[in-house]
């Protein structure tokens, strides 16, 4: 997603702005700028399609300094990557403005503004955002009248932040859907799309409300609420590393990922759902095309991303699209038939897996619409050769075993099956109830991971195991796949995941007093069947480890359980993966093993 960074001071702010823009490039872009208004009392704009480093070059090849300005990486949604349409957007020498967001009746409003006069030299809804700040200018408003103007008059979900030439002491934000901070310096203040931008400078930070326009001068910062009634947001310091590889207070980098995941996931929906409704144009320009013409997804990927395409198969086919998953590194090695208007999607946490990426290779002379990528890597191999991509935005994930990656590549396929329900008769209800449940989904598992301690006591039982069985059914049966993987990588338990249903056809036969049986107990059309396949297990002498919703009733013995509460059946497996994982790390810790670097394994798989 966009990225914004701004800042005003007595100093030169270019370093903090160029800065800033580096620190937001893990949010994925295609295109990057940056206006500063110089001691003349002009904006200097220089924009360039590529990364940071070619922004750079520009700027060295010709100098500008000042002491207000504005910057923006920008991932392409209205309009191609192109230099064109890159941030900031200006109206003459009158404004300049950086967006993140959907500006939803961008064409009335276009049509609009060329009747009156203003040429656009843009395919880009923000372009439309600067004339209009520029016809309240011309009108005879200030630049904070402009913009609360401009505010009334536009829907969707958006941030800005907005420069004048004609101001020399203030730059005004406003958002409405898309998160915007402002950082509080001495005698300087600063403002980001979020907290890492601007780590360098400032600790403090105001965080903005829905509806929120804040004026901010090199010494003071003035909010106003929607009704526009001046507010007093209160100053937090940030709690936040300035460095992503810093365990902090954990033992563990695994734990630390874990315990992450209620942020990341957050983060991953981040303009991309508002008011109950999924924004499907922050999926980027070209995406919208693919999944107008998809009738059939293949799905490539491998270990813990291969698990979460096997749950999207279970989505993308109960809305009736037919959904393939299949391992890279088979997949590349047959004959492989493609199916009429089938979309390619990989999944990986790197980017850069071998095998995934000679699957995506080997379809360019096959007859796909496309390739799309859901992956955490901005400048990734997977991401720079895709059609398009849709960033999970976990931040750099170093244990081996792959935690919130995994959560936030479900929450992005869980956006991309609900943007192909609504071409295949998804009502606007349904939509509503199921993005409200994607809304309320890191609270749901900031509650999970209070149970830390009780899985530790529950842990105990498996010091001393050399197998486990994990089984499940329809989505949870790939859950159970996870969880296994997890115990297995980390602890060096062998651990194996079966469909619950089909015990009897062999698994059945290794189930005694030493073989601990975990399962997830939703209350969801299986559970009854799931019920009965655990009896058979508590028959043979096997001990259960359930994690059960609150409505389930089991009617068992010798079992341990922790009861998960208010769980939403939509993204049920997503909350349910997380007892799993920190199951899996307990383990290991009474194993003495080497949590985050198990032996063996790497973190990216990078060869064949």
Not at 211 to 232: F, H, L, P, Q
Not at 252 to 266: C, D, R, S, T, W
Not at 581 to 596: I, M
């Amino acid at each position: 997603m966009c990225g914004i960074v701004g800042a005003i001071a007595r100093r030169d702010i270019l370093p903090i702005l160029m800065e800033g823009l580096q620190r937001l490039e893990y949010r994925g872009y295609d295109s990057v700028g940056i206006a500063i208004r110089e001691e003349s009392g002009k904006l200097k704009r220089f924009r360039s399609l590529g990364k940071v480093g070619v922004l750079r070059e520009l700027i060295e090849a010709s100098p500008v300094a000042g002491n207000l300005g504005i910057a923006h990486t920008r991932w392409a949604t209205h309009g191609t990557p192109a230099e064109r349409n890159a941030h900031p957007h200006m109206s003459g020498e009158r404004v300049a403005v950086v967006h993140n967001g959907i500006i939803e009746n961008h064409g009335s409003l276009r049509e609009q503004l060329t009747k009156q006069g203003y040429r656009f030299t843009s395919e880009t809804d923000t372009e439309v955002i600067a004339h209009l700040l520029a016809e309240k200018l011309d009108s005879g408003k200030d630049l904070f009248s402009a913009v609360r103007e401009a505010s009334s008059e536009m829907t969707g979900a958006y941030a800005l932040a907005v420069a004048s030439p004609e101001d020399a002491d203030r730059v005004v934000v406003t958002r409405e859907g898309s998160p915007l901070v402002i950082g509080v310096g001495e005698g300087e203040n600063f403002v980001a799309s979020d907290v890492f931008a601007l780590l360098p400078v400032t600790r403090n930070f105001i965080f903005l409300e829905e509806g929120d326009i804040a004026e901010i001068r090199r010494e003071s910062v003035t909010v106003y609420n929607a009704a526009g009634e001046k507010v007093d947001r209160p100053v937090k310091q940030s709690m936040v590393s300035d460095t992503n590889v810093d365990k902090g207070p954990y033992r563990h980098y695994m734990l630390k990922e874990i315990f992450e995941q209620p942020a990341v996931i957050a983060k991953t929906l981040e303009g991309r759902i508002h008011k109950g409704r999924l924004l499907e144009e922050s999926f980027g320009h070209e995406t919208k095309a693919l999944l107008d013409k998809t009738r059939h997804v293949q799905i490539i990927a491998c270990g813990t991303s291969y698990h979460a395409g096997l749950v999207a198969k279970y989505w993308l086919e109960e809305i009736g699209v037919p959904c393939s998953v299949e391992v890279a590194s088979e997949y590349r090695y047959r004959k492989v038939v493609v199916p009429d208007d089938s979309l390619f999607v990989t999944l990986s946490q790197s980017g850069e897996t071998a095998d995934t990426l000679a699957a995506l290779r080997s379809t360019s002379a096959m007859e796909y619409l496309g390739s799309l990528t859901v992956c955490n890597v901005p400048e990734s191999s997977l991401v720079r050769e895709s059609d398009v991509s849709l960033m999970t935005r976990a931040g750099p994930e170093i244990g081996v075993a792959s935690t919130k990656a995994f959560t936030t590549q479900l929450v992005v396929l869980r956006l991309l099956t609900l943007a192909l329900a609504k071409r295949h008769g998804m009502m606007m209800e349904q939509e509503r109830k199921l993005v409200n449940d994607l809304h309320a989904l890191p609270r749901q598992v900031e509650i999970v991971l209070s149970l830390s301690d009780q899985i530790a006591k529950m842990a105990n039982a498996f010091a001393d195991k050399q197998n486990a069985l994990f089984l499940g059914r329809g989505t949870f049966y790939p859950i159970a796949m996870e969880g296994a993987l997890k115990l297995k990588e980390i602890s060096y338990i062998h651990a194996e995941a079966y469909p619950a249903g089909e015990l009897k056809h062999g698994p059945l036969a290794l189930v005694d007093a030493d073989m601990p049986v975990v399962c997830a107990l939703p209350d969801d059309p299986l559970l009854g069947k799931v019920l009965s396949n655990l009896q058979e297990v508590r028959a043979r002498g096997g001990e259960l480890f359930l994690f059960s919703d609150q409505m389930v009733n089991i009617d068992l013995d010798n079992f341990q359980n922790l009861t998960l509460s208010d769980i939403h059946a939509s993204t049920a497996p997503i909350v349910y993966s997380i007892p799993l994982q920190l199951l899996s790390y307990h383990v290991a810790l009474l194993k003495g093993t080497d949590v985050d670097q198990p032996r063996n394994l790497a973190k990216s798989v990078t060869v064949e």
